[in-house]
């Protein structure tokens, strides 16, 4: 899920839209998704491409198809605001194991704003800036503590950060590829149609235990799923916690900062491995919750996490302002 918040004039609000992305055809068009015409050709970003979110090619680098997916959220808030003239300041956040992507992705997105139309909409409006800049970067611009650390949870990656007066580290830091929750879900076998559907049923079920209700309505099933996910994640966490061990930086933490979406599945082993270092950002995600509100509503339990990020950049972006 391509996730995000922007603000306009002053006000900041959040979006979010599948992932998936097609060429050239427009199928049931629905209110979530995006027509991306530019130079001839077209794609559909969103939910009605025909892929589907299943078939997005989770394991790929995120910024093989980044452009296009900035593109189609961008596409959704011009056409939602109806924000036909003014300036753009776009920030982009990848994994820093991607850093080699950056700044072309930062000019096909610039290059895309002014060729582009979206949903038939062609905006009159200037670029001021285009940053793609590492996945923690609104994180990092939070922690001011000497020697503090973050940890990412992703779908795909984990990501530990270094952190130096509110700016990550590069050369410091280290993404742990196919270790995020996607490492889970492929070792545990449980049967779902969708792994997107399945990652929020486990953080559900490791949340607050009915997470797997959803999917599995006969006990002994529900039984087996439940103890197929333990001994799962008793497989995985030795794995994590050895590259943990390996990270030195780590080990001499003043304090550890750890956020993403699927981070909630491993708060115990968390809390027994680090102590009284961690943090979770609980001051930050109340703020959150009150200036955008809708993310309280329970069909989108879960997703604070995932926003943590980019609030937290478009929060200091402003306050910098």
């Given at each position: 899920?391509?996730k995000?918040?922007?603000?306009?004039?002053?006000?900041?609000?959040?979006?979010?839209?599948?992932?998936?992305?097609?060429?050239?055809?427009v199928?049931?068009?629905?209110?979530?998704?995006?027509?991306?015409?530019y130079?001839?050709?077209?794609?559909?970003?969103?939910?009605?491409?025909?892929?589907?979110?299943?078939?997005?090619?989770?394991?790929?680098?995120?910024?093989?198809?980044?452009?296009?997916?900035?593109?189609?959220?961008?596409?959704?808030?011009?056409?939602?605001?109806?924000?036909?003239?003014?300036?753009?300041?776009?920030?982009?956040?990848?994994?820093e194991?991607?850093?080699?992507?950056?700044?072309t992705?930062?000019?096909?997105?610039?290059?895309?704003?002014?060729?582009?139309?979206?949903?038939?909409?062609?905006?009159?409006?200037?670029?001021?800036?285009?940053?793609?800049?590492?996945?923690?970067?609104?994180?990092?611009?939070?922690?001011?503590?000497?020697?503090?650390?973050?940890?990412?949870?992703?779908?795909?990656?984990?990501?530990?950060?270094?952190?130096?007066?509110?700016?990550?580290?590069?050369?410091?830091?280290?993404?742990?590829?196919?270790?995020?929750?996607?490492?889970?879900?492929?070792?545990?076998?449980i049967?779902?149609?969708?792994?997107?559907?399945?990652?929020t049923?486990?953080?559900?079920e490791?949340?607050?235990?009915?997470?797997?209700?959803?999917?599995?309505?006969?006990?002994?099933?529900?039984?087996?799923?439940?103890?197929?996910?333990?001994?799962?994640?008793?497989?995985?966490?030795?794995?994590?916690?050895?590259?943990?061990?390996?990270?030195?930086?780590?080990?001499?933490?003043?304090k550890?900062?750890?956020?993403?979406?699927?981070?909630?599945?491993?708060?115990?082993?968390?809390?027994?491995?680090?102590?009284?270092?961690?943090?979770?950002?609980?001051d930050?995600?109340?703020?959150?919750?009150?200036?955008?509100?809708?993310?309280?509503?329970?069909?989108?339990?879960?997703?604070?996490?995932?926003?943590?990020?980019?609030?937290?950049?478009?929060?200091?972006?402003?306050?910098?302002?």
């Amino acid at each position: 899920m391509g996730k995000g918040c922007y603000d306009l004039d002053g006000s900041i609000r959040w979006i979010a839209q599948d992932n998936a992305v097609e060429e050239e055809e427009v199928r049931d068009l629905d209110s979530e998704s995006c027509v991306i015409e530019y130079k001839g050709r077209s794609w559909t970003v969103g939910s009605s491409a025909i892929y589907g979110l299943h078939e997005t090619l989770l394991h790929q680098n995120k910024a093989e198809q980044a452009s296009l997916r900035t593109l189609g959220m961008l596409g959704k808030v011009i056409e939602r605001e109806q924000f036909l003239e003014g300036y753009v300041d776009l920030t982009v956040l990848l994994p820093e194991g991607e850093r080699r992507y950056f700044k072309t992705l930062e000019s096909n997105l610039a290059k895309g704003i002014y060729g582009s139309t979206f949903n038939g909409l062609k905006p009159n409006v200037k670029v001021r800036r285009v940053r793609v800049l590492p996945e923690g970067s609104g994180i990092a611009s939070q922690i001011q503590d000497q020697g503090a650390m973050a940890i990412m949870f992703g779908h795909k990656d984990v990501s530990l950060l270094q952190v130096l007066n509110g700016v990550i580290q590069a050369q410091k830091s280290l993404t742990l590829s196919n270790l995020g929750m996607i490492k889970l879900i492929s070792e545990c076998g449980i049967h779902i149609s969708d792994e997107l559907i399945l990652s929020t049923l486990i953080c559900r079920e490791v949340r607050n235990k009915n997470g797997f209700k959803h999917a599995f309505s006969d006990k002994e099933a529900l039984k087996n799923a439940r103890q197929i996910l333990k001994d799962t994640k008793a497989k995985v966490w030795p794995l994590l916690s050895r590259k943990f061990d390996g990270f030195p930086a780590l080990g001499t933490a003043t304090k550890i900062y750890v956020t993403g979406g699927s981070h909630p599945v491993w708060g115990p082993e968390l809390k027994n491995k680090f102590g009284t270092k961690l943090r979770f950002f609980k001051d930050e995600l109340e703020e959150m919750s009150g200036a955008l509100p809708e993310l309280n509503a329970p069909e989108y339990t879960g997703y604070k996490n995932r926003f943590t990020d980019s609030y937290l950049l478009i929060k200091g972006g402003l306050t910098n302002a």
